[in-house]
Every structure is written in C-alpha cells, then in structure tokens.
Nanobody
Framework: QVQLSESGGRLVQAGDSLRLSCAVS????????MAWFRQAPGKEREFVAA????????YYTEAVKGRFTISRDNSKSMVYLQMNGLKPEDTATYYC??????????????????WGQGTQVTVSS
C-alpha cells in the first residue's frame, strides 16, 4: 500500500523560510516522479514543483522559481520542499504526490495517483 505523509507546515511571517517533508512508503521512489502541489481556500489544486525520476531534473511553476527547491532522498524515501522568501500568496495546503507518467505530464494534477493528506502553510503579512 502506497502512503505519502507530509509534515512541516505551520504559520510563518512573510519573508520566512520553511521546509516541508514527505515520507513515502509502499513504492520504490527511484521509479517515480515526485511532486508538490498546493491548494488555497476556494481555489483549485495547482502544481508547485516536481522531481523527475530518478531525481536528476526538477521543474517549478513560475510563481515559485528562485524561491522554492524540491529535493529527494531515494535511499530514505523522502521528498522535501525548501521554501524561502515566503509570501502571503503561498498560503495553502501543500500535498506530496507520486507518478509514473511520461515526463510531458509531470506538471499535470490528474497524472498523479497517490497523494498525501496535506500540510497547512500559512504566511502572514
């Protein structure tokens, strides 16, 4: 059974940094693309960042480029999202997800089958 469990979300001030973690079990991570999505209240879930299998390439949405960094440790089955320079508009529930689709679909929400329960990040101004 595949399980993804996010942690690290909390209330921070604008400009602060935060690192989210995702513990993965039930799959061999080296074979999966791993991604972070987020969903703000009243909005659709959106792509944030992805690490393509086995972990050499990364992809980001424009809004977080230069501020967020996705990384993975396949040996520990962990995925991370380092978030620097946080802004109030980064406030959302952040989800970890895994996928085996072709690289062309790595940003597409419906290509991900396994999801965590989410961790809340709130950025105050």
């Amino acid at each position: 059974q595949v399980q993804l469990s996010e942690s690290g979300g909390r209330l921070v001030q604008a400009g602060d940094s935060l690192r989210l973690s995702c513990a993965v079990s039930g799959l061999r991570m080296i074979n999966y693309h791993m991604a972070w999505f987020r969903q703000a209240p009243g909005k659709e879930r959106e792509f944030v960042a992805a690490s393509a299998r086995p972990g050499s390439s990364t992809y980001y949405t424009e809004a977080v480029k230069g501020r967020f960094t996705i990384s993975r440790d396949n040996s520990k089955s962990m995925v991370y999202l380092q978030m620097n320079g946080l802004k109030p508009e980064d406030t959302a529930t952040y989800y970890c997800a895994s996928s085996t689709v072709a690289l062309s679909g790595i940003r597409q929400l419906d290509m991900y089958r396994a999801w965590g329960q989410g961790t809340q990040v709130t950025v105050s101004s």
